[in-house]
């Protein structure tokens, strides 16, 4: 008696770990012909990037680029101030001045990048056409709408 519920149990354990196996075989073909189609198309990520003219992309990424580099010795003095931040937080006895301090200066870092954000965001808007500008527009309410939904989905 005892060995034939070893026997169901022991065929009951296989059949259930191919069954999984077998998904998960599935999931990843099916993440790979995904993967494949992107590799064809690049538009999928960047919609508005079918809207450009060559010249406009190359000028897009020089700023973009500038940008980026004006943007990555603020974006480094924040996290070293993140971290001592969070070693004052820690502290046994903290001292509130130094952490008021310390949010103050993450606050002035913080207002300098979104500085460089909007100017590189004006620099290219005003390298795009009216109609640019309204394609644009579309794109990105789509785009809102979409992760709207997405947010949904997942809290439900």
């Known amino acids: 008696m005892k060995s034939k519920i070893t026997a169901w149990v022991f065929m009951f354990a296989v059949l259930l770990s191919l069954t999984t196996m077998a ?3 599935k999931q990843r073909f099916e993440r790979q012909q ?10 999928h990520r960047f919609p ?4 450009l003219t060559e010249d406009q992309k190359e000028v897009i990424k020089s700023i973009r680029m500038e940008s980026m580099k004006e943007a990555k010795t603020f974006r480094d003095q924040l996290r070293e101030l993140k971290a001592h931040h969070q070693t004052l937080m820690t502290a ?4 509130m001045k130094a952490i008021y301090k310390s949010l103050d200066q993450q606050g002035e ?7 460089i954000r909007a100017k ?14 309204l394609e644009m527009q579309s794109l990105k309410e ?13 809290k439900s």
């Open 109 to 115: 870092l913080r207002t300098e990048l979104s500085k």
């Open 48 to 51: 508005a990037a079918k809207l």
């Open 142 to 154: 789509k785009h809102r709408h979409l992760m709207r939904d997405r947010r949904m989905k997942d």
């Open 92 to 95: 046994e006895t903290p001292d």
């Open 34 to 43: 995904k993967l494949e189609q992107y590799a064809d198309n690049d538009h």
């Open 120 to 133: 590189s965001r004006i620099e290219i808007q005003s390298l795009l056409t009216e109609d640019q500008k």
């Open 23 to 25: 998904q998960g075989q």
